[in-house]
């Protein structure tokens, strides 16, 4: 026993023990993966020397951030996802972002448009616009970023298996704005594994489907040098269910599919591993998300040296979005949820994020307001300029709990991912349903937790009252899915679909063969043919995915 141990034992039996007869611990303090939490930590607890798990600031194993000086060179990039009824609607609210002080935009679509339909599918009905915003053609993407010179702003797109569509109509939309290629930052999601597990807006097959994801990768290694192809994304699986080590592990077991799937194309790695982006929720356990974050990006690191041997050592930096917790907000008392969200973009912040979206208080209940979303970005806004969290790097770097935990979450996620490995990967263990069973039973913990009163939500399950919520509702206006419908007949009507037909016949016929695919969408796209147009080319040859579910 070390020295430490030693007096630890004598301070347990000298002063601890007669403490915890007169005033017992509080029951129930665990972790979101249901372990208990310790109830100190010392340097015992802490593996390994400084140099090897810590080292300093950009540097590798990037425990402590990847960048040398952090926040103190530049703040994180604050983005609102944002996103509902028309382009045009969604960009008046871009453009008040802005004027708010916002510093990156982010694209909700809405649901026909994540699946590949268009607002005159009959699968569309009643959903245009609900959830984000409808965007079936490239004039509806210039609506979009209308005003907005798409050389000076980084864009994140949430969309996934329809990115490389989406993508194109972004890029012809700069050309018409004389902005280069080479000069377009930002992000689409493209993310296509963690929607056969959490989110279910898939079209096509896994296999077809990482065809697409690698075809853009390659595409925007060759011709978008500031642009992240990908943004490998455990945000989803924690919304459905999953604890910090899952997400973590799931996040990074994707992420090594993805890059094998890149290699078996013929690409090199430490061409496109550099921007390779990902995606992580922040939940309200303050130090174990801080934990979570920083066991992320060293387990990353760890991996790419381990498995790909990259010769570059930014191949290895985990750069991240961080979106605070929607499953964790609540209807009751609505604006406790902005105590919630500066809780968890503090964590994102201490865990040293590279972009931040802050949720609104009233999204529990309806799509946020302006002056929620106004409250959500001055959120970002105070931490940034007002807490001084961001003034020093890593400022919870070295302490004994968080330093612990962030050893536990890296072994307990690397126990995952080789079980994972043993199944063959993580598309055989999506196709086995080997990652949605795992989350299914942690979400059915947590909820049983909830309901016995052992995990407590604030206005849910104690300190409830039976007042009516009180709070402006932003609706969408049923007249939106006309107009649509209506741009996208005129559209059709004006357009040379000799044109057209031709395009989609020479994508279809490039999605017979190998090449890439993300040429012969943007000739599409430049002809005008439509989102949902394009996505059934692909349906006519990849076909169409649907999950066998067993009882």
Not at 77 to 103: D, P, V
Not at 503 to 512: P, S, W
């Amino acid at each position: 026993m070390s020295e430490i141990s030693d007096k630890m034992s004598e301070w347990e039996d000298e002063v601890l023990s007669s403490v915890l007869k007169r005033y017992p611990e509080r029951g129930g303090l665990s972790r979101s993966t249901g372990e208990p939490v310790e109830r100190l930590c010392t340097p015992d607890d802490v593996a390994g020397d400084y140099v090897t798990q810590l080292g300093f600031p950009g540097a590798y194993p990037f425990t402590r951030g990847v960048q040398p000086t952090m926040y103190r060179g530049r703040l994180w990039t604050m983005r609102q996802y944002a996103g509902y009824a028309s382009a045009a609607e969604s960009n008046r609210r871009y453009k008040f972002l802005l004027e708010q002080g916002q510093t990156g935009l982010s694209v909700a679509f809405d649901l026909p448009t994540q699946m590949g339909y268009d607002a005159d599918h009959p699968l569309a009905l009643g959903e245009v616009g609900k959830v984000g915003v409808s965007i079936c053609s490239l004039e509806d993407m210039a609506r979009l970023f209308d005003g907005i010179p798409l050389d000076k702003v980084s864009t994140s797109m949430t969309i996934n298996s329809p990115a490389a569509v989406l993508l194109a109509m972004y890029i012809v939309v700069a050309e018409g704005q004389g902005v280069s290629v080479g000069a377009l930052r930002g992000t689409i999601q493209n993310d296509i594994l963690k929607e056969y597990v959490a989110r279910g807006t898939y079209i096509y097959p896994p296999k077809p489907s990482m065809r697409l994801v690698t075809d853009t990768i390659s595409f925007c290694t060759e011709n978008l040098s500031h642009w992240n192809p990908i943004s490998i994304s455990g945000y989803h699986m924690r919304e459905a269910g999953c604890d910090a080590v899952q997400e973590v592990a799931f996040t990074m077991a994707d992420a090594i599919a993805y890059v094998e799937a890149a290699l078996a194309a013929g690409q090199d790695f430490d061409d496109f591993a550099g921007r390779l982006s990902f995606f992580f929720a922040a939940h309200n356990n303050l130090l174990e998300e801080v934990a979570k974050f920083r066991a992320a990006r060293r387990l990353w690191a760890r991996l790419v040296m381990e498995r790909f041997g990259a010769k570059k050592e930014r191949s290895a930096r985990l750069r991240f979005h961080t979106q605070t917790s929607g499953v964790t907000l609540t209807a009751q008392q609505p604006e406790n949820n902005v105590v919630r969200v500066t809780l968890q973009a503090l964590a994102a912040v201490l865990g040293g994020t590279q972009s931040l979206h802050t949720n609104s208080r009233d999204e529990a209940l309806w799509l946020p307001t302006e002056e929620s979303v106004q409250i959500a970005l001055r959120t970002q806004q105070i931490l940034a300029y007002e807490s001084g969290v961001a003034d020093a790097i890593d400022p919870l770097g070295g302490s004994y709990y968080v330093e612990s935990l962030t050893d536990r979450i890296e072994v307990a996620a690397r126990e995952y991912i080789q079980r994972i490995d043993d199944l063959g990967g993580a598309v055989a263990a999506v196709e086995a349903g080997y990652i949605q069973s795992e989350i299914q039973d942690s979400a059915y913990r947590q909820q049983r937790q909830i309901e016995a009163g052992g995990r407590v939500i604030v206005g849910v399950n104690r300190f409830t009252e039976d007042t009516k919520v009180d709070l402006p509702r932003l609706t969408v206006d049923p007249a939106i899915e006309r107009e649509q419908r209506a741009r996208l007949a005129a559209l059709k009507d004006r357009r040379d679909n000799a044109a057209v037909g031709a395009r989609l016949q020479r994508l279809q016929d490039a999605a017979r063969g190998t090449e890439n695919l993300v040429p012969p969408i943007l000739d599409a796209v430049r002809a005008y043919a439509t989102l949902g147009e394009i996505c059934d080319a692909l349906r006519a040859v990849f076909g169409e995915y649907v999950q066998v579910t067993t009882v």
